[in-house]
């Protein structure tokens, strides 16, 4: 699976859009962006994914860029409740591997 | 609801014990998985099974053992053969549909090794 790469951590204003960006060079044609989160002792939930095109749903947008280098999920209106870790991963949508293979992520704090 | 159930949340185990960790998951998911958390990083793949009666060792098998004689439980044992348990450990599930693999986790165990 490609590597991807994300800042160790960021901040966000309450209310205010929080753009989290992610490398993933070495991505392949038939590999999706996926992204989870964690908030503190739970286990991950499932955000939002995609192959090359924009995705929107009720948590997030996801951005793609044209070669496929790299994306950014938009949380629009962050809240206190959005602080967690956050993680990219790339995978294939076909094939044997079932695994999801989880980084470090970024760890986002919403402040008041 | 649909969902994964994981217990016990906490677990406190002496040393050259063995435990096993519960999971199950009512969601009709053919795959499921065991992960492990330490301080401050990301999940490490232990085990995951695709179907019943099948599974493969992960990234750090050494000192666990599973098994997945229905699709609905994957329970994980920590032998006394794994070093260093005291971890937090978390579940899940994935339906096996092709291009989507978004998996579904339970809400963690979290053992000490006393």
């Known amino acids: 699976d490609a590597k991807t790469t994300q800042p160790p951590s960021m901040d966000c204003a309450e209310g205010r859009a929080a753009n989290l960006p992610c490398n993933h060079s070495t991505i392949s044609g038939n590999e999706y962006v996926y992204w989870y989160r964690q908030i503190h002792s739970q286990g991950p939930q499932y955000i939002i994914h995609?192959?090359?095109n924009n995705e929107t749903n009720e948590m997030a947008s996801l951005i793609i860029t044209e070669d496929r280098k790299s994306s950014t999920l938009i949380l629009p209106h962050a809240t206190l409740r959005d602080t967690a870790v956050y993680y990219c991963?790339?995978?294939?949508?076909?094939?044997?591997?079932?695994?999801?293979?989880f980084g470090k992520g970024t760890l986002l704090t919403v402040n008041p | 609801d649909g969902g994964i159930t994981q217990s016990p949340k906490y677990l406190f185990r002496k040393e050259g014990q063995n435990v096993t960790l519960s999971c199950e998951q009512n969601?009709?998911?053919?795959?499921m998985y065991w992960y492990r958390q330490d301080p401050g990083q990301g999940l490490r793949l232990i085990y995951y099974?695709?179907?019943?009666?099948?599974?493969q060792k992960g990234d750090i098998a050494e000192g666990y053992s599973v098994s997945r004689e229905k699709k609905e439980s994957f329970p994980l044992t920590v032998t006394s053969a794994q070093k260093n348990p005291t971890a937090f450990y978390l579940c899940?599930?994935?339906?096996?549909?092709?291009?989507?693999?978004?998996?579904?986790f339970g809400s963690g165990t979290r053992l000490t090794v006393v």
């Open positions: 099974s695709q179907i019943v009666n099948d599974f």
């Open positions: 969601l009709n998911h053919d795959a």
């Open positions: 995609g192959l090359k």
């Open positions: 899940a599930s994935s339906p096996w549909t092709e291009g989507y693999y978004g998996y579904t």
């Open positions: 991963i790339v995978r294939p949508s076909r094939g044997s591997n079932y695994k999801l293979t």
